[in-house]
């Protein structure tokens, strides 16, 4: 079962580790990004910050996708991060059970010209693209930084910019 | 008061940034910071009364990226002093701490965006080329700085502000301070709830009601109950590393030869073993 996709550029930090693994009940944690799973120096950085108790992996977004289709996963409830609004569209094309659609963190650490949506989401032009696809694929689709927050549906963000 | 200004600060200075700089040392925690500001001025019992009150209060204040809540460094070392000058006990420290360690939070993430944050890039630069020197250089003046101005907050604070507290202070009804202090008793469990939501697992809350039984039926001091624990944490560590080491002898027994899985075949059942 997959309790929520999240969106969110440093992937697993301590928002993920103490708040939003406790909120989500989940046992693993799937990390789907490209360049990660190429390097492993990020690897073990990434291996550091993950509670204990959880499990990781650390997969290419192709090879995620495969991940959580296996009928194991299943039985596990899983939070899978994605750097970028395109991977989780990537993901979500191929994905139809993800429980939670979460727009966190992103956009920090893009150098580009960005739209701000909240304190915690700024988008480029591809990522807004990619972010419209994504509503259309999950319409629950929303920008919530901690559990705490309210849940801002994407869709409604995207209506009040003019997007 | 300028040596008690100049103490102050410097307490807050070891502690709270000492906390940071060694780890997460837990040195910038009320319970240190209430006896060593107490032990300063004289009257180390006032001290640690009220940095153990107030440990209870922020025990749960654990500040994580986004969701940070407050600094009780700051707030309990002006609280304690500010008690100890004005000869009152919890019912003046807890309208001084509350607001003081909110407002020292702020202070503290402006410190970081504006004094550590323009220096992100040079650590980069840095890096570039090489220069690991210069990196702890960097590091370790950044960290100076930072909490520098961090401590010059309570050295003022109690230079300037202390008279003028006095006199705010005097203004608050008794009828209100005394009510603060019934608050101040009640606050702890609030604490403890905000330290519950992070800590709580099912399977160790038998633990939790233990603790209840002991001290309603068995009225057992605190102490004991805590060295009780320390035991009970021994005892379970010991179990759990002897399993560990089980678990590794048998898991290495088989050999892998057999068993002629990929290394990212093995990945995936490990994770979803």
Redesign the interface.
Known sequence: MIKALRVDERLIHGQIAMVWSKELGIDGIVVANDETAANETQQMALKMAVPSGIKVIIKTVAGAIELVQDPRAEKMKLLILVRTVHDAVSIAKSVSNILYMNIGNVGKAVQANKTTFTQFVMLTDEEIASLKELVQLYPETALQNVPGDKRELASSSLKKMNL | MLYQALIVALIVFITVGGQELLGFTMLGRPIVIGPLVGLALGDIQTGLLIGASLETIFMGV?N????SSAEPGLATALAVAFAIHLHGGLGIALPIAIPLGIIGLQIKTLLYVGVVGPFASKFDSLASQGDQKGITRLHFGLWTLQWFIYALIPFFAILVGSSATQKLLEMIPTVITNGLTVAGNLLPAVGMAMLM??LWENNISVFYFLGFLIVAYFKVPLIAIAVLAIIIAVLTAQRDYQLKKMNQDIMQRPALTDNSGSQ?EL??D???S
């Open positions: 654990v994580i990226g986004g969701a939501k992070i990212e990945e995936e490990d994770f979803f």
